[in-house]
């Protein structure tokens, strides 16, 4: 389950990049609005599996309520997940 959620994990960063740094620019810069469609898609559908994932993780791992928290909120910031994998998945995988 572990390696399941780092696979998730980032898998959702590298989506939510690309939706801010390639398909909003090419939406708002070059109207071609099809590439927010399928990027914004599969970024929801991952972000979801993120979040549900994180919850996992927490009752798996014994985290604190804040630790989830914390990784819940990682996943609206860019590069986020990265952070939450360093500081709070890491650990659990040596």
Do not use: Q
């Amino acid at each position: 389950m572990l390696k399941s959620f780092i696979w998730i994990s980032y898998l959702e960063a590298i989506s939510f990049l690309l939706l801010l740094f390639i398909a909003m620019p090419l939406k708002y810069f070059f109207n071609m609005p099809e590439y927010v469609r399928s990027v914004g898609m599969a970024h929801g559908i991952l972000f979801i599996l993120y979040i549900i994932g994180a919850y996992v993780m927490y009752e798996k791992l014994n985290w604190k309520v804040k630790d989830m928290l914390v990784v819940m909120f990682c996943a609206i910031l860019p590069f986020g997940p990265f952070y939450a994998h360093k500081k709070y998945i890491k650990p659990y995988t040596s």
